[in-house]
């Protein structure tokens, strides 16, 4: 977002597209597959939802498909690892006014 790059959309997409199209579950939800490499279905998968393909996966997706800026200001946060968004030091979310 703060780009501008709609490469990075483009990508993005791609990355959605393959999530719906490899591990979907029907009864819903998603699943882990055991082998990215292979590139013909059936996948063989795991039958697990890892929780971070929740927490992280589906927030940095919905972040970058997102054109509000005022959704999370990213002058004023970062995020971890774990896309958890942390305010920059110096600025603290109830300074603003």
Known sequence: RI????????WGWEIWKAFERCSTVA???????KDVLQDKPPYVTRDKQESFFLAETLKYLFLL????????????????TEAHPLPILGHMPWQDK
């Not at 780009?3 to 483009?10: D, I, P």
């Not at 009864?27 to 597959?33: F, Q």
């Open 3 to 10: 780009t501008g790059n709609k490469l990075y959309r483009s």
């Open 65 to 80: 498909f997102s054109d509000d800026e005022t959704l999370v200001p990213l002058d004023k946060y970062v995020f971890n």
């Open 27 to 33: 009864s819903g939800g998603y699943t882990a597959i």
